[in-house]
């Protein structure tokens, strides 16, 4: 039982945490955090010098989950047998199972994991203006699917539509597989006491990608006829991949060749992308932010395989004719409409994928000499087939000053469910910090596992970093304190 | 420096335990199942036909099926006969004899010039059947001549030479036109095959006959003589005679023609409005000649059914049809003789196909020869007539005809109907869209293995289904279809059947097509078609 377990949360669990974006929307408001110019490059760290302490532990966050389900939508109490068990929505021995867990599905259901590793980072105070230098990798897999299609899925054709027409629209359908390095160079510019703007440039370098788009493909099932048309293609840029395909073109396989780590490093797969940002102080404890991130695309242009659907399939049922003999054969013909549907394009053209960009905008009042500040933080999503919001109410407390915390509370896609917690050392030259959003408060328990029962995703970033601080400033603010 | 990550851990920790007290107490892990069931409906098409009257009868392996210029399907089968005609029996017995004694001039004339002429004739006064020949071109025809004598210079160096200015001998045969044969005694041929008689007024063929011989000196008794028969064989038979031949015996038969038109058509019953028979003769008989139908009758089986004549020449007796035959004016030119077709205006000839015959037979007897004993005609001795009998059934049928057909499809094994997928409820949507001047029933029953080679009826009365379409709507005036009706039906089936189902073996589809009765005779397209269309709904679980 317990292996089965394991077996069934390897693949469940992908499926019920939740990411908008990689970034941790409690990191926003924590001042003291060097590295949360990434969401605002308007943001100044509040040291003249701040480097990685390790290349890869600058900053690390890890990322999985999806938009709507959780364990309790998947996994259900129920008596089986005279016993209490816990069990499948798919369980026989439930009522609604299948129609609980739909409904727990808002729109369309997004499922992504990611993570973004800062191999190299580096921030310097420049008179009005702060530098700051990166070198970060991304790998990012999504999958998004619409209600309807996960619907149609668990079951098929609904009983008032039997005698109508199903129209199951997989244009929202997408997956993406992502992995890409850039380096980002920023800059964030006191225009004066109150204002300061920010840009950050990225160069990205892709290193492989699978992605599908689907144009208007829709399957449309009645009594009638079964129609799957519209148009689709799968881009790839992977080293040493290939579809296989028969003479006539259609895909029969996939296969790898044998790779070296340079393969994935190539000098074709560029792209850019922008960060934009600005603050204003609109009273003394008042800061209002707004940014826009991850503006960009990469374009891929190396090892590029690609499928292409090529002619619809139409089904309105099987024509016997009664002058043949073997009439069954007619459905072969169909088995390789199919069969046939997708077929491998000799000279794939380059292809772009876009950065899911990100809106920020934040307000935030501190008051207790800004031991105490409370935020509110607007984040929202354009991803490639829809655009998600969030709203992130936090708190951050820096009772001693080495020491901040922070706390937020999330509304993402109708779950208010989202505790999100962080905490900030800054001790001498060292900053080190740990935040997690839609912290798991509830747990399902049993057999030596706890899974988190009731949230849809979880969002955790950590990092170490050598942080120096402006002396001359520092102890003019000391002599300022102590005149007060 | 290790006190700050002590106490980062520490705090870390902490964040962590406070996050990770709380139990759900819904669910317990280790009582976790996994047993999963997926409850699918489904809705699609599952096929489609489209069957015109052309493809039906196709499949029937009717093969004489047509269609008019208006697409109305008509059967029509015709067979070929030829009717060899035994030439006329010709039979003489003898031609003529002679007996010369010592005083005729005859042997005195041989006996003082050595040689005598005389003029003889071949004379068919006596048989009646030369009455009204004008000529014969003989065939194989030998004359026998026996000398006898006691004279023996007549015994030896005898020569005889026959000319006739009304018999054109056989050039192969007699290049100077003369019978010339040396030590004539005793019995002699002589090949008339190939010659050409020609006969006068009496019936005499006059023909020179001049005697030699070689010895000079010829004594002749009292008690001399010289006999001379001429013979010929029983029966003459010739290539050609021209005449008025008015003797001639009657010939009977019978011609059977074989058509398929019911073949498959079991327990049918067809009513057509108007089939025709259709009689065309060819001959190259040269004289006037009476053809007789005795009758025109069906068989199936043990079945008989005959035709009445309408207006029959027989108004004594059973009625028949009768009419004189065209003739050949020129011989070896082969001639319409006669030509009719026989249909509802001259007789009964719909009931004839009541009984679905598989044959239908033609008697007929010819009278040839003049009656009136004018005219020249001719005979040959290879006289023939080629019969053309055929049937042509227009699909134009009268209320209360019914096709019949049934087949069974073997061989179906629905016993690995998957076990994993349990059906609820399988609903099959029939919508037959039907442009035939027909109402169709069809029954379906489904049959499960008795034995090795037996089946029987599955009873399940969800299973086993009747379906009733309506005929097209038919226009009164034309009586074909002018546009269609459309039948929906359904065949529903659940959980419970599904065990009947997988023993299903065979298929048995029972087919009845009838003429509705809102009409009083329709006629069939061959364009005429129904349209059938299944679609499924299916639920289940798996």
Same mark, same amino acid.
């Given at each position: 039982m317990k292996r089965k377990l394991y077996i069934l949360c390897l693949f469940v669990l992908p499926f019920l945490y939740t990411v908008k974006g990689q970034e941790i929307n409690t990191l926003y408001f924590m001042s003291e955090n060097p590295m949360r110019h990434q969401l605002n490059p308007a943001f100044m760290p509040e040291h003249k010098i701040y480097a990685g302490l390790f290349p890869l532990l600058s900053s690390c966050s890890f990322y999985v989950g999806n938009n709507s389900l959780t364990f309790s939508d998947i996994f259900k109490n129920a008596v089986v047998d005279g016993k209490r068990e816990t069990v499948l929505f798919l369980h026989p021995d439930l009522n609604n199972g299948v129609s609980d867990f739909l409904s727990a599905i808002k729109g369309d259901l997004k499922v992504r994991m990611s993570s973004n590793i800062n191999l190299l980072r580096f921030g310097m105070k420049v008179k009005d203006m702060y530098l700051t230098l990166g070198v970060n990798n991304t790998i990012d897999v999504s999958f998004s699917a619409p209600k309807t299609v996960l619907s149609f899925a668990l079951n098929g054709v609904k009983e008032e539509d039997i005698n109508g027409t199903t129209e199951v629209d997989f244009s929202n359908v997408s997956a993406s597989a992502l992995v890409y390095s850039d380096i980002d160079l920023g800059i964030a510019y006191s225009v004066n006491k109150n204002f300061n703007i920010g840009a950050k440039l990225k160069l990205l370098s892709g290193h492989s990608c699978i992605s599908s788009d689907f144009d208007g493909l829709t399957l449309k099932i009645s009594k009638d006829a079964w129609n799957f048309s519209g148009n689709a293609s799968i881009n790839s840029s992977i080293p040493g991949f290939y579809w296989e395909s028969d003479e006539e073109g259609h895909v029969s396989g996939a296969d790898i060749d044998d790779v070296s780590v340079s393969d994935f490093f190539s000098s074709s797969n560029l792209g850019f992308a922008a960060d934009l940002g600005a603050t204003y102080?609109? &009273?003394?404890?008042l800061q209002v932010s707004v940014s826009v991130t991850d503006l960009g695309f990469i374009r891929w242009k190396d090892n590029l395989a690609q499928l292409e659907k090529g002619e619809d399939f139409f089904f309105d049922g099987v024509v016997y004719d009664i002058n043949k003999d073997d009439t069954l054969d007619v459905l072969d013909e169909y088995a390789e409409q199919l069969e046939d549907m997708m077929s491998v394009k000799e000279n794939p053209k380059s292809f772009k994928t876009r950065l899911s960009a990100k809106l920020y905008a934040g307000a935030e009042y501190t008051f207790w000499q800004d031991r105490i500040g409370v935020g509110i933080l607007s984040k929202t999503t354009f991803c490639s087939t829809s655009t998600m919001s969030d709203l992130t109410l936090s708190t951050n407390f820096s &009772?001693?000053? !080495?020491v901040a915390f922070s706390l937020s509370y999330s509304f993402m896609q109708g779950s208010f469910s989202n505790l999100g917690l962080g905490i900030n050392v800054n001790v001498g030259p060292i900053n080190m910090y740990l935040l997690a959003d839609?912290? !798991? &408060?509830v747990y399902a328990k049993g057999d030596g596992l706890s899974i988190p029962s009731r949230t849809r995703g979880f969002n955790i970033a950590f990092g170490m970093n050598l942080i120096f601080k402006d002396l001359k400033k520092d102890m003019a603010e000391h002599v300022d304190s102590y005149n007060e | 420096m290790g006190g700050l990550f002590n106490h980062f851990f520490k705090a870390s920790i902490l964040v962590l335990l406070i996050c990770a007290?709380?139990? @759900? *107490? *819904?669910? @317990?892990l280790s009582t976790i199942n996994t047993d999963a069931e997926f409850n699918l409906s489904m809705v699609g098409p599952l096929g489609k036909s489209s069957i015109t009257m052309q493809d039906l009868l196709s499949v029937m392996d009717v093969t004489d099926i047509k269609s008019d210029d208006n697409n109305v399907l008509y059967y029509e089968t015709d067979t070929t006969f030829r009717v060899d005609l035994d030439p006329l029996e010709l039979s003489v017995d003898e031609l003529f004899s002679e007996s010369f004694d010592a005083n005729s001039s005859t042997l005195v004339d041989l006996s003082v010039y050595n040689q005598v002429t005389f003029i003889k004739y071949l004379d068919f006064s006596e048989e009646e059947k030369f009455a009204d020949i004008d000529s014969i071109l003989l065939k194989n025809v030998t004359l026998e001549l026996n000398v006898e004598s006691n004279v023996p210079e007549l015994r030896e160096g005898v020569s005889l030479k026959i000319f006739s200015n009304a018999i054109t001998l056989n050039k192969e045969l007699f290049p100077d036109d003369t019978i010339r044969i040396d030590n004539f005694y005793g019995k002699t041929t002589i090949n008339l095959s190939g010659s050409f008689l020609r006969f006068n007024e009496e019936l005499h063929i006059p023909f020179e006959m001049t005697i030699y011989t070689k010895n000079k000196n010829i004594q002749t008794t009292e008690s001399s003589y010289l006999n001379i028969d001429c013979h010929c064989q029983d029966k003459i038979t010739y290539k050609k005679v021209w005449g008025n031949l008015s003797s001639y015996e009657s010939h009977k038969g019978i011609l059977s023609t074989k058509f398929d038109l019911f073949d498959d058509l079991d327990e049918s019953t067809i009513y057509p409005v108007d089939p025709n028979i259709f009689v065309s003769m060819w001959t190259n008989v040269g004289m006037p000649t009476d053809f007789r139908i005795d009758s025109f009758c069906t068989y199936k089986n043990d079945l008989m059914k005959y035709a009445l004549f309408k207006n029959?020449?027989?108004? *004594?007796?059973v009625p028949f049809y009768e009419r004189k035959m065209m003739y050949s004016k020129n011989i070896g030119d082969r001639v319409l003789a006669f030509q009719d077709t026989f249909n509802q205006e001259k007789g009964d000839f719909g009931s004839l196909l009541s009984i679905s015959p598989d044959s239908l037979d033609l008697k007929y007897t010819f009278n040839i020869g003049s009656k009136d004993g004018s005219g020249s005609y001719f005979a040959t001795d290879s006289m023939f007539v080629d019969f053309d009998l055929g049937i042509n059934v227009p699909a134009w049928l009268k209320s209360g005809s019914t096709l019949s057909m049934q087949d069974t499809i073997f061989e179906l094994d629905l016993s690995s109907l998957s076990s994993d997928f349990d059906v609820d409820k399988l609903v099959l949507d029939m919508e037959f869209e039907n442009a035939l001047p027909f109402d169709v029933e069809m029954n379906l029953s489904f049959l499960k293995r008795r034995g090795n080679f037996d089946y029987e009826i599955i009873d399940d009365d969800l299973l086993n289904k009747k379906f009733k379409i309506t005929a097209g709507i038919i226009n009164k005036q034309t009586n074909c279809v002018i546009s269609s009706t459309t039948t929906l039906d359904d065949i529903a089936v659940n959980n419970s059947n599904m065990e009947d189902l997988k023993s299903v073996a065979a298929l048995k589809i029972e087919y009845s097509i009838s003429v509705p009765n809102t009409a009083s005779s329709v006629k069939v397209k061959s364009t005429d078609l129904l349209k059938a269309i299944v679609k499924f709904y299916l639920k289940g679980s798996m």
């Open positions: 102080d609109f &009273l003394e404890n &009772l001693c000053r !080495p839609e912290i !798991p &408060l | 007290s709380c139990t @759900d *107490d *819904d669910y @317990d029959s020449q027989n108004p *004594d007796g």
